[in-house]
């Protein structure tokens, strides 16, 4: 890695990444765009009157008629994101005038993973009437309008876990109490078995791309893009990382059906109505992508996100039930049959994306002083030797 200046990459060097690693069109574009503007200035704290500005332009070009945005404040939450919650008063299709909550949800100059608001809009807007999620109204995908590109979505009601719980950091360590357990997770199921089912050839997913059925597209679009991620945001050479990505070419799995993957599918990625415990939204999207649904089912399974029950010896998968229930109540609902060496292979590719994050992005843009969250980047970076040490361990656990 030496002998390359990744803060002021070349346009022959950005050209032979993407040449070594091909991935999906957008995910090409969206990995080019960071590179052409890593150069660039720092991110410095923008100011709530320019994001109302920009979010003005948005809506005028968007042509809703006359409006005035109310209320803009800064939103906690959303991870990497930067998020302001307005009110806007408008003349609603449909409803006539109205006051609507909204939030616009932007890039900073870096994120910790570098992701395309317009893929996250339109998977949002294609699952409306089929699993909850929050709606979506407007899109600034090349960054127009606003500093960085950025979408416009509506609140949603719920909570992301019961007030009075403890969580850490995007809602790890949170415990539910058992009754809520038991209506949390026939939904909890019930939902990734419809994202996985769902007709994608139905919707606008023009910003997706499709791997091919019958083939190792898809597990090679997924290397791909983290191990050239890694090679643009790394200065560390990290063994265990160039093994990990050796072990996962060689035993790339064979998709036998492809699905929508929602990428992020956990505890705390979803709002709950605490009167009724009904899960009321999907959040996060922004790793969604046309794959194997295999992804999902190995990231829902981590460790990293569930707990043990009350009686100190049974795991529960995200906090909600036993794996094993987990699984089987899925592929009722589904229809689908699982395979445990592709969830174990995901396994191991889902943490070698996390090492790619940790150890090589998250140095990057805290190096570059590119994002609003230097503290909790540089914390993150704490965690990347017990990911390392689960892959070795999977890797040399692999059936």
């Avoid at 893929?119 to 089929?130: C, H, K, N, V």
Wanted: a negative charge.
């Amino acid at each position: 890695m030496r002998g390359i200046d990744k803060d002021r990459p070349s346009p022959e060097w950005i050209a032979e990444l993407r040449k070594r690693f091909p991935v999906e069109r957008e995910i090409d574009r969206v990995l080019t765009r960071k590179m052409q503007r890593r150069s660039g200035p720092p991110y410095s704290p923008v100011p709530l009157e320019k994001l109302v500005e920009g979010t003005t332009s948005l809506l005028r070009a968007c042509n809703i008629g006359t409006f005035d945005i109310a209320q803009p404040r800064w939103l906690s939450g959303g991870a990497s994101k930067l998020q302001m919650a307005f009110t806007l008063k408008w003349d609603r299709p449909g409803a006539g005038r109205a006051e609507t909550p909204m939030v616009l949800r932007m890039e900073p100059a870096e994120s910790i993973v570098e992701t395309s608001r317009l893929r996250e809009f339109q998977l949002i807007r294609a699952f409306e009437g089929t699993v909850p999620v929050p709606p979506v109204y407007w899109c600034d995908a090349e960054g127009e309008h606003l500093p960085y590109p950025a979408l416009v979505y509506g609140f949603a009601e719920g909570v992301a876990k019961p007030t009075a719980a403890q969580a850490g950091v995007s809602g790890l360590g949170t415990h539910l109490p058992p009754e809520l357990r038991a209506r949390l997770a026939p939904q909890f199921v019930d939902y990734l078995a419809r994202i996985h089912t769902f007709d994608y050839r139905k919707a606008d997913l023009s910003a997706f791309d499709v791997p091919a059925a019958d083939s190792t597209q898809c597990a090679e679009w997924g290397v791909n893009w983290w191990e050239r991620v890694f090679e643009e945001d790394g200065d560390e050479d990290v063994p265990l990382m160039r093994l990990g990505a050796a072990w996962l070419r060689s035993h790339l799995p064979v998709l036998d059906k492809p699905s929508v993957v929602h990428a992020d599918y956990r505890l705390g990625n979803f709002l709950f109505t605490e009167h009724d415990a009904r899960i009321s939204a999907w959040l996060d999207w922004e790793l969604g992508r046309v794959g194997d649904r295999h992804q999902d089912i190995a990231w829902t399974t981590s460790r990293a996100f569930g707990h043990l029950a009350e009686d100190g010896k049974t795991f529960l998968t995200c906090g909600l039930m036993p794996e094993n229930q987990f699984i089987e109540a899925y592929e009722k609902a589904s229809g689908l049959c699982i395979d445990p060496k592709v969830v174990h292979w995901y396994k191991v590719y889902n943490d070698y994306m996390m090492g790619t994050l940790l150890y090589a992005t998250s140095y990057r843009i805290a190096h570059g002083g590119k994002t609003h969250q230097d503290v909790l980047i540089t914390w993150l970076m704490g965690i990347g030797g017990m990911l390392l040490e689960e892959m070795r361990t999977l890797i040399e656990e692999a059936p």
